[in-house]
Structures are given as C-alpha cells and as structure tokens.
C-alpha cells in the first residue's frame, strides 16, 4: 500500500481546515496529514491542536520562531517532516475527493512515474463568494485538456505549446525520494504568490509528471472571500503586479540551469519582459516597447507575449 503524507499550510483557516484534515483522512494510503500552522490571525492553531489529538495521523508542526512565513517556506518545513513514500498537497481551506488517489495507485507501479496530476473542481463556500467570483471559476475544472507526455508537460505550463490548461498544487503526488533528489530547493521564500506556479513549473523539468484523472475533480478549490489568490485571478488586484515577481523567478533560475535549450530560455526571457513592461511607468513602457521593437521584434509583436502588457498600454 502506498504510504502518502499529505502537506497542509494553515493561514486564517479555523472553518476550513477540519473539513480539509477528514477528505484526507478517508483514505488509508495517507500514511500522515502534516500540518504546519503559519502563525494565524485567527483560532486555526487551536482547531489544528483539537485535530492533532483526536487523530493519530495528523501531527502538527509550527515554524521555530512560530512566525508568520508565508505558504512557501510553510510548505517546506512540511517537506522536511515528512516521512512517507510519497508527497500530497492540501491547501486548509480545499478538500479530497473519494476518487483522489485512484490513479496514482495504479501509475505509481510503475518506477518511471514520478508525480502524477488531475484535475480540481471548486466549491463556494458561501452566496457571497458565489455571486463575486462565479464568472471567473463557474463550475469548471482546472485541469490539463489532453493527456501528454512527460516531456512536454514543462513546455506546456510555460505556454509553448498553445491551450495546455493547468494542474493545482491540490491535485499532485510526487514520490519523495525523487522529490528531494532532483530538487535543491522547494519552494521559493522570496515570493509570497504564485510560488505552487513556480514550484510546478521547475518540478514538471525535473521529474516526470504524468496525467491521472483529467476529466473529473479529484480535489475541491474552496473559494471564500478572503482568498490572496482570488483577489488576483478576479482582477481586483493587476495581475501584472504579482506575475512578473513570478516571471522573475523563472527567468533567474532558467539562467542559471545550464541544461535548459536556448528557445525555452528566450520564451522565459520574453515573458518576463511582457510583465515588466505591464508594471512600468507609461514613459518607460514605451521606451522599451521602442527599444525591443528593433532588438527582439517577436517578444513585442507576438500574442503570446504582447497579451500581458498591451492592455496596460492606456
């Protein structure tokens, strides 16, 4: 049986992080629920204490100076006290499915599959949070649209390979040997969103990822209305403003990972420039527009890379 420790990151989640412990609990390949409490404004350490104890398998864990860190460096203090075979995230406020872990435990028979994704559905925790972001998430998965190989997952989520569709944090298993083998670092400490994208996207060059269930949830987003994340996707908060931090952090480690080919490094270099250009002042936005206009025609002209900025343009 595989034995799977089920990563949770607890922020401000007092209401949600029972439901989220108990889909865990479920099943009996989770072998541990790790959950490391980030300093929460609200009762959350207390609920997790309430869990730790009732449950044998949860184990509770805060960071050393019990400070707020963020989901980063809280999901890595996870990764450190994690012991099973294999890796599960869990955000506090999402939840399992009964069908989580149905195609893992026939992919992961074979050694060559080192992380296995599906796709998530979403959940409104309340009428309010319906009716703000039901035109941004409705009822639709989140989830890669075709099956592909391991090869081109990277590609994919760094938009090189057109209409690729997205996997979650929530909905990924890694074996954890492979994981801390082929990975120096996790997460990255530096970014406070969008560091799961980051972590995803440095993990699909790394390890071979291969698709599990696509086609149904096999995890729940909850959406509510305190949701940092939300706030982005729903425009409330330029979304240029955070993704070029996270293009940042693309571009500087593709610079310095010397197997990476030259065309994905100029994509990541491209895109990082579009955001850069989004964010600027309106004199400098133009003088760059001006300026790779002669010296990288394609990374003003394209769609691909044009989309992120040409609406900030007025």
């Known amino acids: 049986m595989m034995k799977i420790s089920v990563i949770t990151p607890v922020y ?48 509770l864990f805060q960071h050393p100076d019990k400070g707020n860190h963020g989901a980063g460096p809280t999901r890595n203090l996870g990764i450190e006290k994690a012991s099973g075979d294999f890796i599960a995230f869990l955000d506090a406020d999402d939840f399992y499915l009964p069908n989580r872990f149905d195609a893992e435990k026939e992919l992961f028979k074979n050694p060559e599959v080192e992380g296995v994704y599906g796709a998530i559905g979403v959940h409104y925790y309340t009428e309010k949070a319906k009716a703000q972001y039901y035109s941004v998430f409705g009822d639709r998965l989140t989830t890669v649209y075709k099956k ?11 938009h090189m390979l057109g209409s690729f569709g997205l996997f979650s944090i929530d909905g990924l298993t890694v074996r954890r040997e492979t994981l801390t083998q082929k990975m120096n ?18 993990l699909s060059y790394y390890l071979n990822l291969y698709p599990g269930i696509l086609d149904q949830a096999v995890a729940v987003r909850g959406v509510h209305e305190n949701n940092r994340i939300t706030k982005v996707d729903t425009g409330k908060i330029n979304p240029a403003t955070t993704r070029v931090l996270l293009w940042r952090e693309v571009h500087s480690w593709s ?8 065309d994905i490094k100029t994509h990541i270099r491209r895109m990082h420039r579009s955001f850069e250009i989004a964010v600027a002042s309106p004199f400098k936005k133009w003088a760059m527009i001006g ?5 990288d025609y394609p990374s003003i002209r394209s769609g691909l890379f044009n989309i992120n900025f040409r609406k900030n343009l007025f």
């Open 12 to 59: 401000n989640a007092e209401k949600y992080v029972t439901q989220a412990v108990e889909s865990a609990l479920q099943f009996d390949e989770v072998y541990e629920i790790i959950l490391v409490e980030d300093r929460s404004p609200d009762n959350a350490l207390e609920v997790c204490k309430q869990l730790s104890e009732k449950y044998d398998r949860v184990k």
């Open 148 to 158: 592909h190989s391991p090869s081109e997952v990277f590609k994919g989520q760094i």
């Open 185 to 202: 670092s996790y997460f990255k400490t530096t970014l406070r969103l969008h560091q799961d994208t980051e972590f995803l996207f440095r």
């Open 255 to 262: 610079e310095h990972e010397k197997n990476l080919p030259e």
């Open 291 to 295: 300026k790779y206009m002669i010296t």
